[in-house]
Nanobody
Framework: VQLVESGGGSVQAGGSLRLSCVASGRTFSFNAMGWFRQAPGKEREFVAA????????YYAESVKGRFTISRDNAKNTVYLQMNSLKPEDTAVYYC?????????????????WGQGTQVTVSS
């Protein structure tokens, strides 16, 4: 099983980026998918999650209204559209597959992780 993130980069505050995460090795249509991030010197934190069906989504308060998580099960891909980016969004962003179809916020509920993609937002 492999998860590969892409779409990270450097952007000015107020800008947008779209992260993608492609899963391979098996189908994850029934598994929740999540995005987490880790800023320098900080612990990894929950960003957003989506249920296996795609009908339910959850967001950290810090990104609610600015980020949108979505998925395309036909492509085994999950996306994170990030708008109105702020310098405090700077971090390495990781995608992960959930152990179940429920979109939990805790890392322990996810069993496969990508290698991460860097997002840098300058003021």
């Amino acid at each position: 099983v492999q998860l590969v993130e892409s779409g990270g980069g450097s952007v000015q505050a107020g800008g947008s980026l779209r992260l993608s995460c492609v899963a391979s090795g098996r189908t994850f249509s029934f598994n929740a998918m999540g995005w987490f991030r880790q800023a320098p010197g900080k612990e990894r934190e929950f960003v957003a999650a989506i249920s296996g069906s795609g009908l339910n989504t959850y967001y950290a308060e810090s990104v609610k209204g600015r980020f949108t998580i979505s998925r395309d099960n036909a492509k085994n891909t999950v996306y994170l559209q990030m708008n109105s980016l702020k310098p405090e969004d700077t971090a390495v962003y990781y995608c992960a597959t959930g152990k179940t179809s429920n979109p939990f916020r805790t890392e322990g509920e996810y069993n496969y992780w990508g290698q991460g993609t860097q997002v840098t937002v300058s003021s």
